[in-house]
């Protein structure tokens, strides 16, 4: 079946501008994650969606960073105002639950450029 | 300090290589040890899960948790060039198993 997807692939902004990133996660799943990988660094956690929970946005990195996933499927990722630090790669992730041993599967991920 | 600490390599080996990867961590209370791996352009997928020390084999990998030394490792054994990508440990809480703490990663080059 198919897996997680994200768009667009990649996405040149001008510093300033906002940013809205999408994630299509597996059909059935109901947890999504966002996730960001900056070079050099590894992937860290930004939000997580669990079924109809509020949201754990314990890792999103200011008040630029927003998500909001619409009828527990689709969700968007909203960069406002972006920064030349803001430019990574954002990574999107879904599983069927979120108890242990669940497995995460990753989207290609959306490639963010800042100038 | 990072919570995981990975040696990001590049690591270059020969067909037929054993390869070891690895990483430590700070956090005591991290129960949970996975690996991924990413190919080029690719999001990362899951390669061994384990959750007590000890061993974890699956075909050419295999996993090794040292919770008493915090040091986790990956084995390949017959390493290929298809085994070229980036390497990432993760590891999570018991309380918080889907919020997973990253290595940067260990990016491994077979060489046919």
């Known amino acids: 079946g198919a897996g997680v997807s994200q768009s667009p692939s990649n996405k040149v902004t001008e510093k300033g501008k906002d940013v809205e990133l999408r994630c299509d996660p597996i059909s059935g799943h109901t947890a999504l994650y966002w996730y960001r990988q900056s070079l050099g660094q590894g992937l860290e956690f930004l939000i997580y969606?669990?079924?109809?929970?509020?949201?754990?946005k314990s890792g999103l990195p200011s008040d630029r960073f927003s998500a909001e996933r619409t009828g527990g499927s689709v969700s968007t990722l909203t960069i406002q105002r972006t920064q030349q630090e803001d430019s990574a790669v954002y990574l999107c992730?879904?599983?069927f639950g979120s108890g242990v041993g669940e497995t995460q599967y990753f989207g290609p991920g959306t490639r963010l450029l800042v100038l | 300090q990072k919570e995981v600490e990975q040696d990001p390599g590049p690591l270059s080996v020969p067909e037929g290589a054993i390869v070891s990867l690895n990483c430590t961590y700070s956090n005591s209370a991290f129960q949970y040890f996975m690996w991924y791996r990413q190919y080029s352009r690719k999001g990362p997928e899951l390669l061994m899960y384990t959750y007590s020390s000890g061993n974890k084999e699956d075909g050419r990998f295999t996993a090794q948790v040292d919770k008493s030394s915090k040091y986790i490792s990956l084995f390949i054994r017959d390493s290929q060039p298809s085994d070229s990508a980036t390497y990432l440990c993760?590891?999570?809480?018991?309380?918080?198993?889907?919020?997973?703490?990253f290595g940067t990663g260990t990016l491994l080059a077979v060489q046919p």
């Open positions: 969606f669990q079924g109809n929970s509020a949201p754990d």
């Open positions: 992730a879904s599983s």
């Open positions: 993760a590891m999570s809480l018991a309380g918080a198993t889907n919020k997973l703490i």
